[in-house]
């Protein structure tokens, strides 16, 4: 099983400011068949990047993702008062998916 | 409208059985991969199954397996999740959800307490 460590465990940041994540996976992932998923409490988990770096339909540009391998970044480029939130890597390159821990970005 | 609208949460004792049920509707079912995800009191998201469009690859988490049973009907845009020998660590808030890329739709979830 492919273990995903997420940093920092915690983000605080003001609205405007530039958020970085990251994920690293305990060995390579597959095609880097890496998604990135934002979840509120209460509310339906949302796909915001897939295969490493594409956008899922209606995400605004502001959110972007890279990496390969066993490194992969989720970069907010200027955050929106609805973009706090937990953020969580999954990959999907096996067999058995798992997902990150996750990362909170609250507000500084 | 797009959606998928999980059914079927209860409270079970331990050892017991319990079937969810999502209902999908506003788009194409059977181009999708779908997936189950739970989220237990307290804790992150947790994968625990997938099914391809056609049905015939699905996966599980070591968790669930040979416990539970992922399944999907196209016709009836359905998916289904059989969870048997549940255990008080099933506990949690299971979400249905899934993408035919870039779309992608998930629902609110389930509500599903495994206790004596």
């Known amino acids: 099983e492919i273990v995903l460590t997420q940093s920092p465990g915690t983000l605080s940041l003001s609205p405007g400011e530039r958020g970085t994540l990251s994920c690293r996976a305990s060995q390579s992932v597959s095609n880097n068949y890496v998604a990135w998923y934002q979840h509120k409490p209460g509310q339906a988990p949302r796909l915001l990047i897939y295969?490493?770096?594409s956008r899922a339909t209606g995400i605004p540009d502001r959110f972007s993702g890279s990496g390969s391998g066993t490194d992969f970044t989720l970069t907010i480029s200027r955050l929106e008062p609805e973009d706090f939130a937990v953020y969580y890597c999954q990959q999907y390159g096996s067999s058995v998916f798992t997902f990150g821990p996750g990362t909170k970005v609250d507000i500084k | 409208e797009v959606q998928v609208v999980e059914s079927g949460g209860d409270l079970v004792q331990p050892g017991g059985s319990l079937r969810l049920s999502c209902a999908a509707s506003g788009f194409t079912f059977s181009n999708y991969h779908m997936n189950w995800v739970r989220q237990a009191p307290g804790k992150g998201l947790e994968w625990i199954s997938y099914?391809?469009?056609?049905?015939?690859?699905?996966y599980y988490a070591d968790s669930v397996r040979g416990r539970f049973t992922i399944s999907r009907d196209n016709a009836k845009s359905s998916l289904s999740l059989q969870m048997n020998s549940l255990r008080a660590e099933d506990t949690a808030v299971y979400f249905c959800g899934g993408n035919s890329v870039p779309a992608a739709i998930w629902g609110q979830g389930t509500l599903v307490t495994v206790s004596s």
């Open positions: 295969g490493a770096s």
């Open positions: 099914i391809s469009p056609s049905g015939n690859t699905v």
